[in-house]
T-cell receptor, first 114, second 114 residues
Framework: KAGVTQTPRYLIKTRGQQVTLSCSPISGHRSVSWYQQTPGQGLQFLFEYFSETQRNKGNFPGRFSGRQFSNSRSEMNVSTLELGDSALYLC?????????????FGPGTRLTVT | TQLLEQSPQFLSIQEGENLTVYCNSSSVFSSLQWYRQEPGEGPVLLVTVVTGGEVKKLKRLTFQFGDARKDSSLHITAAQPGDTGLYLCARRTAGGTSYGKLTFGQGTILTVHP
């Protein structure tokens, strides 16, 4: 069974631009969560999606947004990029629902903002 | 905010030594997960502990959940260079429409020298 895939793996953007990151969950998984990882703040929760609905949102500004499609694939968008948005963005998938909560992470997208 | 405090932050040891990593909180966990992350990759789930006093073993790794479910530890026996990586503890919080977001500790960077 293929794992969680994230594209692109690396991205360099300029301050003020916007970026879209993509995540394909494990086949059969309906829940996707996004996390931001930085050396200073560690791993922080961004959003949680299940059945195309945002179920939870972390404490990030409105420039961070996401969505989930009917095939469970998810995208996150960051508008008006700032230098501080440079980070590893991780996507995690799980079956969803209360029965299973084990999350499986993708390799991440390394975003560098210059 | 229900923070997870991990210690130590950094650990540099020689092959064959034993080590323990700690994860503490002021509040009770319903469950706790341990992850290991290698450079350039996403975190990989090692274990989930649920019951107070629980001990789980994964080869040379021993995980303990405190009786009061406020703390956990990871002990590695006879560490090997392949154990090098970032070790993270995480608690899952669920409620409302959320099936569970993960809150992570700051992590312990382990380096095992040959």
């Amino acid at each position: 069974k293929a794992g969680v895939t994230q594209t692109p793996r690396y991205l360099i953007k300029t301050r003020g631009q916007q970026v879209t990151l993509s995540c394909s969950p494990i086949s059969g998984h309906r829940s996707v969560s996004w996390y931001q990882q930085t050396p200073g703040q560690g791993l922080q929760f961004l959003f949680e999606y299940f059945s195309e609905t945002q179920r939870n949102k972390g404490n990030f500004p409105g420039r961070f947004s996401g969505r989930q499609f009917s095939n469970s694939r998810s995208e996150m968008n960051v508008s008006t990029l700032e230098l501080g948005d440079s980070a590893l963005y991780l996507c995690a998938s799980s079956l969803g629902g209360t029965a299973s909560y084990e999350q499986y992470f993708g390799p991440g997208t390394r975003l560098t903002v210059t | 905010t229900q923070l997870l405090e991990q210690s130590p932050q950094f650990l540099s040891i020689q092959e064959g030594e034993n080590l323990t990593v700690y994860c503490n909180s002021s509040s009770v966990f319903s469950s706790l997960q341990w992850y290991r992350q290698e450079p350039g990759e996403g975190p990989v789930l090692l274990v989930t502990v649920v019951t107070g006093g629980e001990v789980k073993k994964l080869k040379r790794l021993t995980f303990q959940f405190g009786d009061a479910r406020k703390d956990s530890s990871l002990h590695i026996t006879a560490a090997q260079p392949g154990d090098t990586g970032l070790y993270l503890c995480a608690r899952r919080t669920a409620g409302g429409t959320s099936y569970g977001k993960l809150t992570f500790g700051q992590g312990t960077i382990l380096t095992v020298h040959p």
